[in-house]
């Protein structure tokens, strides 16, 4: 097997965790099973428990078989996999503790990678423990996963001080979203098919819909759930990344610096949503008791260890407009929510319908073509557009007609990787084309802060939606006021 990436010491902060568990070690045994782990890396597992080498390599082992599909599970791989393990105890909160990862992490002979799977407010501590036994030098790299903050103001204080140890060339600030395939294939559809790429402006479009649909509920982390809620949580981040690799501008190339410089140009045109027009803008709203599919599921306020009085919102709806050429007067309608029908992320682009209808005796209006980009669960592409009725008559009958491009199906010689596979290859690769630069996470926050500050100006309460909906009726309102309705209404 050839592999691609650099050697690597990869330092897993917090390994026994949910993330790491349930995505990053089994990503590491899918980079390995395809012989993209450099056969000299080393994966350092850091813990606070006490615990034999023999016995993390257990944990891995049970964790493999469990996330992984049997039929990709091999024996051969995991044996490599276990021999390039490593475990360390350690406090973090302890800087001489840090001395332990001296031991195991050598950076004259291989790269070292930091990968901080813990709460954001720990990441400082990590960085001064390991800047207090020199391992924050080039060619360190160091991964962070979001949230990045609370706001904007706690968001800089974490970059400043990761900044004191870290050059920004070193940081890689992770949005799983941004390694999805279909997200990727974005930057192909745009700028590599001319029946797209001339057309994607407002003279053809008409508006845009993102929906992170959520089957589930706050899954007992009701406390941070709200202290956080579904504006900070999905929207801060996964959307407005979304948003940006939709609306940017061609980048003159490919690379990380071009890419980041015309997303971040999306983020600074934002008309800013306030007080003045949070009403009309903006709709949030918090599940009730109802049924997701047959199962009966307890309202926000019900759920294991709620506050009765909690106002955190489950749901947000917004109505974002993209204040350049390209977009003038395009609405970007986004929405995400928890205890919805079903698990859905998918952008709709709605094209202008023709301005001319000469089908008028089968079709009255016209139908808008529609370009579906499928997130998850099924990842695909498909094209909505109007086809001739096959038959005889004297009049030509038309009917809405998909263009399907499922990953699965035209791909099905091709494993399509997680998005966290790719994630760390490109880290070990020392790529960030699809990592968040600074200024991004900062102008998002900033955007984000001034609609939290608009809600508590107004004071008005979520509004109240049944679980297994698809949100408040004002949802409904915020898009048929212009004349259009969602995707999943028609």
Not at 127 to 137: E, I, M
């Amino acid at each position: 097997m050839t592999t691609t990436t650099q050697s690597c010491d990869f330092v897993l902060f917090g390994v026994l965790g949910d993330l790491a568990q349930r995505k990053l070690l089994p990503a590491i045994y899918q980079l390995e099973r395809t012989g993209l782990l450099a056969s000299d890396t080393q994966i350092i597992g850091v813990a606070r428990e006490a615990m034999e080498l023999e016995s993390f390599k257990e944990n891995v082992e049970q964790t493999i078989r469990k996330y992984v599909d049997s039929s990709e599970y091999c024996n051969d791989t995991m044996q490599r996999l276990l021999g390039k393990l490593h475990y360390c105890l350690l406090d973090l909160a302890d800087i001489e503790a840090y001395r332990t990862l001296t031991q195991v992490v050598d950076n004259k002979k291989r790269t070292p990678v930091f990968y901080f799977a813990t709460p954001p407010k720990l990441f400082p501590v990590i960085c001064d423990g390991l800047a207090s036994v020199d391992l924050t030098a080039q060619p360190a790299r160091v991964v962070l996963e979001k949230p990045l903050g609370h706001d904007l103001e706690s968001s800089r204080q974490i970059n400043k001080h990761i900044a004191h140890h870290f050059d920004e060339s070193q940081v890689y600030r992770i949005d799983h979203y941004l390694g999805k395939e279909t997200v990727l294939n974005l930057l192909a559809l745009r700028f590599a098919n001319a029946i797209f790429s001339s057309n994607w402006d407002h003279t053809s479009i008409d508006h845009i819909q993102i929906t992170a649909a959520e089957q589930v509920g706050v899954e007992g982390r009701w406390s941070y759930y709200d202290d956080a809620g579904q504006l900070r949580d999905m929207v801060q981040n996964h959307l407005l990344q979304v948003l940006s690799l939709i609306a940017m501008e061609p980048p003159s190339r490919l690379d990380a610096e071009n890419i980041r410089e015309e997303k971040l140009k999306v983020l600074k045109s934002l008309r800013p949503i306030t007080a003045s027009n949070v009403q009309t803008e903006t709709v949030r709203g918090q599940y009730s008791d109802g049924f997701v599919g047959e199962k009966k599921v307890p309202g926000y306020l019900n759920e294991e260890g709620a506050r009765d009085n909690s106002r955190t919102e489950t749901f947000v709806a917004i109505k974002a407009h993209i204040d350049n050429w390209r977009w003038a007067g395009v609405p970007f309608y986004l929405r995400t929510g928890k205890r919805m029908p079903e698990k859905r992320t998918e952008i709709v682009i709605v094209f202008r319908a023709q301005p001319h209808n000469i089908f008028r005796e089968s079709l009255p209006d016209l139908p808008a073509n529609k370009l579906v980009i499928r997130l998850q669960p099924d990842e695909g592409v498909e094209i909505q557009m109007l086809n001739k009725v096959p038959g005889l008559g004297k009049t030509m009958r038309l009917n809405t007609t998909t263009l399907d491009l499922s990953f699965d199906e035209t791909f099905s010689n091709n494993r399509i990787a997680d998005a966290y596979e790719r994630l760390l290859l490109e880290v070990m690769e020392g790529n960030q084309s699809l990592f968040v630069h600074r200024n991004e996470v900062e102008h998002a926050w900033q955007w984000i802060d001034s609609i939290i500050a608009a809600w508590e100006l107004t004071n008005e309460a979520p509004k109240p939606y049944k679980a297994g909906s698809w949100g408040p009726t004002a949802a409904i309102s915020l898009i048929a006021q212009d004349g259009r309705t969602w995707d999943d209404e028609l």
